[in-house]
DNA sequence: GGCAGTACATACCAAAAGGTAAGTGTGGGA
DNA sequence: TCCCACACTTACCTTTTGGTATGTACTGCC
């Protein structure tokens, strides 16, 4: 990206929120604080190994915050910060151009791999 | 994601789009037929095996047309095809977003890289 | 013949990301 | 005491993505 002589902000945000869950993860914590179990659901197939490590690197990153409750059993809880806002904002024409284009897409999926082994 | 509630296509989008280079070849293939070294000198920092792959990949999807010239030595182009471009029109705010933030995720790398080593 | 330019492909490997299984800590209740 | 719920952590492994080096195909030129 260095080289690259059109501004292309992409590398900033990928940095950010780049891989299989981040985006989901922002995605469904946009309605507020929202505890670890009840993210894990919302996604669905993720493991507590993973949605640990992913959160930690977006509450470093200061787009998430969290919250202890200090109880027993423990109460987290993951909300958006302001920054953090701004990048969802970002992220929403992706979802809607996602859900405009399911059908096809799963369409294209299907002849793609059939392309493969054949 | 076949578990969630809200209606999220996100998963939907980061199948065509997600990892490292692609959404950086479809910024970059926009403004028309780009050949194969152009995107890989407006990028910078890919292989030629890596963008041959990616390439791939998106002609598959149905986002990038490829074009060959037949000629010698070769001359292919690649670009959008409509499909792809309402997907790069949803990823503009995205890279708005980057550029508009980058001075700050900078600040923000260099923290979390300094705590992870502290 | 060798060399050039271009767009790949192939072989093998490194690095990163994700996954499964099991474990930890804490207070509360039976 | 044991069991529970919750939010993680650890150990080890698999899968995916990206990387380096080299090779291929093609025509034209010296």
Not at 95 to 117: D, F, P, Q, Y
Request: glycine residues 8%.
């Amino acid at each position: 990206m260095e080289q690259s002589e059109t501004p292309c902000g992409l590398d900033v945000s990928l940095e950010i929120m780049g891989g299989k869950w981040k985006p989901l993860i922002l995605y469904h914590v946009q309605d507020g604080p929202t505890r670890f179990s009840e993210v894990r659901r919302l996604i669905g197939g993720i493991s507590e190994k993973v949605l640990a490590q992913q959160l930690r690197d977006l509450v470093a990153m200061g787009v998430l915050e969290r919250r202890d409750h200090h109880r027993v059993p423990p109460v987290v809880d993951y909300s958006l910060t302001p920054f953090g806002k701004t990048l969802v904002e970002a992220l929403i024409p992706l979802c809607e151009w996602g859900n405009r284009n399911r059908a096809h897409v799963t369409k294209l999926s299907r002849n793609a791999s059939r392309m493969k082994i054949g």
